[in-house]
């Protein structure tokens, strides 16, 4: 079985500074992927980001970076820079890549407000 | 081209009434997605589908029926179904299936009556 975790409350950043989002996992696979969706109020889920269980970097995307600690089962997203469009739904996930934990599961998500 | 696009973007129907659900995507994904998300909840996983094959069905009732007609088309075919069914539903396709990025549709907002 695998297991997302997100536990923050809503959170709340100023207009063009950087916000962390936590997320910790737990899965019996060796090899997973760990990703990002935001989802704004329009209901898209759109992907950010991927890091592979076997990545030795942390992945990058434009604003988006993931702090990958794969001691720790943390996968904790950063965005830098905030723009008022970054209001929004977040959620964490993963995926083994074979049998029943290849399908993608989510954390509860977290809502963060983008202040101008 | 990511751009997976479910139609209708929302749909009321009444508890008697058949209506389908319609997925597509041209981006040669061979595992394909159907979930389903109530307000501020992460997506539940209905159906997943690899290469055109159902390959794991979460313990949907029956009155939610899904078909994959061919590599690019996904279907979800709803019938009789409850008020509490009524909720966001996501269509999405991968690579492959597991490890790889998913990319969804805008989703259709099912409106049971």
């Given at each position: 079985a695998q297991k997302i975790t997100q536990t923050q409350p809503g959170m709340f950043v100023q207009e063009k500074e950087a916000?962390?989002?936590?997320?910790?996992?737990?899965?019996?696979d060796q090899s997973y992927g760990l990703f990002w969706y935001k989802q704004p109020s329009s209901g898209?889920?759109?992907?950010?980001?991927?890091?592979?269980?076997?990545?030795?970097?942390?992945?990058?995307?434009?604003?988006?970076?993931?702090?990958?600690?794969?001691?720790?089962?943390?996968?904790?997203?950063?965005?830098?820079?905030?723009q008022l469009g970054d209001s929004a739904m977040y959620f964490c996930a993963m995926s083994g890549y074979t049998g029943a934990n290849s399908k993608l599961t989510f954390g509860k998500g977290i809502t963060l407000s983008v202040r101008p | 081209d990511?751009?997976?696009?479910?139609?209708?973007?929302?749909?009321?129907?009444?508890?008697?009434?058949k209506k389908s659900l319609k997925c597509e995507q041209h981006m040669g994904h061979r595992a394909m997605y159907w979930y389903k998300q109530k307000a501020k909840k992460p997506p539940e996983l209905m159906f997943v589908y690899s290469?055109?094959?159902?390959?794991?069905?979460e313990s949907?009732?029956?009155?939610f029926s899904p078909e994959c007609p061919n590599s690019s088309l996904l279907n979800l075919h709803l019938h009789a179904l409850q008020p509490e069914d009524?909720?966001?539903?996501?269509c999405a396709s991968s690579q492959r299936g597991g490890g790889t990025e998913a990319f969804?549709?805008?989703?259709t907002r099912l409106t049971v009556v």
């Open positions: 916000v962390t989002l936590d997320c910790t996992y737990d899965t019996s898209e889920m759109i992907f950010l980001i991927y890091q592979g269980s076997y990545d030795e970097q942390n992945a990058t995307e434009g604003r988006y970076s993931l702090n990958f600690q794969k001691a720790r089962k943390s996968a904790n997203l950063v965005i830098s820079a905030s | 990511t751009e997976v696009t479910q139609t209708p973007k929302h749909l009321v129907m009444g508890m008697t009434n290469y055109e094959k159902l390959s794991i069905n949907v009732p029956s009155r009524s909720a966001l539903y996501l969804f549709g805008q989703g």
